[in-house]
């Protein structure tokens, strides 16, 4: 099996969520059903990755951290990139409309990335990650996952993106590191800028089910010249 790794997780944390994966894949096997968790959670709690204390928001519609990619969904589109219904800026719910559950539609689903740094510790918090989101290149239909820099302290961070994803070092074997798509420069956003990289699955899902696929994993992220 081949992984290809990103570069926002710390290594430590890495081998940590690693190990975490194949114990829970041999102490508790997964179902063979995918898709929607086996229990949603209660509407009356408070949502994931909201300040403490705030309104509770209505089950189904946006995080705060979503807010931002729904107010330039227009300007991406105009850049080739088409953020999923969810983010128009005049959304209307379709389980209003067709009477289903929220989390049995699509346009219920909330942004498919977040941050897990306290997974291998068995905390199931999962707050969302304001910087990334899911996006469908529009010349090809490529689902892709845009990420968003500050100028300023993700310099150096786009500098070696753009050179690990350079044509010399993108034939290199070794070099598994998720590879640039494009730039974005949105109008307006001079504080930040957004980068274009494959939409790819979290590096313990499927989960690990034998200590040789854990150790070729490692042996692959941690491959130097």
């Not at 850049?79 to 219904?85: E, V």
Request: proline residues 10%; neutral net charge; glycine residues 6%.
């Amino acid at each position: 099996m081949h992984w290809t790794r990103g570069s926002a997780q710390h290594p430590q944390t890495i081998f940590l969520t690693a190990v975490h994966s194949l114990n829970r894949y041999h102490n508790h096997p997964p179902s063979t059903s995918l898709g929607f968790p086996r229990s949603m959670p209660d509407s009356r709690t408070t949502v994931t990755g909201d300040p403490v204390g705030k309104a509770i928001r209505e089950p189904g519609t946006l995080f705060d951290s979503e807010l931002w990619w729904r107010d330039h969904y227009q300007e991406l589109e105009n850049h080739g990139y088409r953020l999923r219904p969810r983010y128009r800026p005049n959304w209307t719910p379709s389980w209003k409309v067709s009477g289903k559950d929220f989390y049995t539609v699509e346009d219920g689903q909330p942004t498919l990335v977040s941050v897990r740094p306290t997974d291998a510790l068995c905390v199931q918090t999962r707050p969302q990650l304001p910087t990334a989101m899911d996006a469908t290149r529009n010349l090809d239909g490529k689902q892709v996952m845009l990420k968003s820099l500050p100028t300023r302290r993700g310099q150096h961070e786009l500098e070696i993106v753009r050179r690990l994803s350079s044509p010399e070092l993108g034939r290199e074997p070794r070099n598994h590191c998720v590879p640039l798509l494009d730039t974005l420069d949105l109008p307006g956003i001079y504080d930040q800028k957004l980068i274009v990289m494959p939409f790819l699955r979290p590096f313990d899902e499927p989960h690990f089910r034998t200590y040789g696929e854990f150790v070729a994993f490692f042996t692959q992220i941690c491959e130097v010249s």
